[in-house]
């Protein structure tokens, strides 16, 4: 995933640094369904006494203070580590959510995104896994609070940071709603890159005819289904696919000369129509 750059007022932390990167620090927002260009963007207003090197979301990873820099993340009074400060060390900052129970959680995705950037940065600066650390290990203060009430959480987090390649490319299957033709409708969905893609097979529900295959392994989905090509409502069309638990998942911007769709920002919700 690309990381895009937004860099933060330089009334936020301190130009350069007295130490070589040695630990990385998670942290999280505190807020529910914030994201991370939006947080971004508060760091480029003045003297707002905190920064970080980077903020994830579900969609994207954001960086706020160039690695160079010292990003006022996990200074205190008082530490409860031996060495990790402000000066040796990136902190990230993880969108967070808020459930039913007015507990704070991470989206899988974001966690997914958190684990690609920290697994990136320990390569460039050659930090073992157990130089990965909570802002709670350093001082004490209950953050990312995700990872401090529930142990296990945390515990995995830090078990994918050393995953072989084959688990590192593992994506995670989400289930969301889509709106197609004004009815809302299931579909597991698939983060990779950025991009969405949605479980072929859950378009049955609305209506949509979709099929196999089995001799050229092609998944055909539209109106009519053809025995050697995508067929997408009478048309050929080329689309990014990827096979998940033996289920199909297609790009949805690959079927936009087919389909109309769209996001609603305010509901959170991908919007299909059929032209």
Same mark, same amino acid.
């Given at each position: 995933?690309?990381?895009? /750059?937004?860099? &933060? %007022? @330089?009334?936020?932390?301190? %130009?350069g640094r007295n130490s070589p990167i040695k630990y990385i620090v998670t942290h999280f927002t505190a807020n529910n369904g914030d994201t991370a260009m939006g947080n971004c963007n508060y760091f480029q207003g003045a003297n707002r006494n905190a920064s970080? !090197?980077?903020? +994830?979301d579900e969609n994207e990873i954001y960086q706020s203070v160039k690695d160079s820099d010292t990003a006022w !993340?996990?200074? &205190?009074?008082?530490?409860? !580590?031996?060495?990790?400060?402000?000066?040796?060390? #990136?902190?990230?900052?993880l969108c967070s959510r808020i459930d039913s129970n007015e507990k704070y959680y991470f989206k899988n995705p974001t966690v997914s995104n958190a684990v690609h950037l920290v697994k990136q940065l320990m390569r460039k600066y050659s930090i073992t896994a157990d130089r990965i650390l909570r802002?709670?290990?350093?001082?004490?203060?209950?953050?990312?609070?995700?990872? +401090?009430?529930?142990?296990n959480d945390w515990e995995n987090f830090k078990k994918k940071l050393t995953d072989d390649d084959t688990k590192r490319n593992e994506e995670m299957i989400e289930r969301i709603k889509i709106n197609v033709n004004g009815k809302e409708y299931a579909v597991n969905r698939i983060l990779k890159d950025g991009k969405n893609f949605i479980c072929l097979a859950d378009m049955k529900q609305a209506g949509f005819d979709v099929g196999f295959n089995e001799? /050229?392994?092609?998944?055909?989905?539209?109106?009519? +289904?053809?025995?050697?090509? #995508?067929?997408?409502?009478?048309?050929?069309? /080329?689309? !990014?696919? #990827?096979? @998940?638990?033996?289920? %199909?998942?297609?790009?949805?911007?690959d079927l936009k000369d087919i389909l109309n769709i769209d996001y609603d920002e305010i509901n959170k919700k991908v919007i299909v129509d059929v032209k």
């Open positions: 995933m690309d990381v895009k /750059t937004k860099l &933060a %007022n @330089k009334t936020n932390y301190t %130009n970080a !090197h980077y903020f +994830v !993340h996990c200074g &205190a009074s008082k530490y409860y !580590h031996p060495d990790c400060r402000n000066g040796n060390s #990136i902190g990230i900052e802002h709670y290990d350093v001082t004490r203060k209950v953050c990312p609070a995700p990872f +401090v009430y529930d142990i001799r /050229t392994k092609v998944p055909s989905f539209g109106v009519s +289904v053809s025995e050697d090509n #995508i067929i997408i409502a009478g048309k050929d069309v /080329t689309v !990014h696919k #990827i096979l @998940k638990s033996n289920e %199909n998942y297609i790009r949805l911007r």
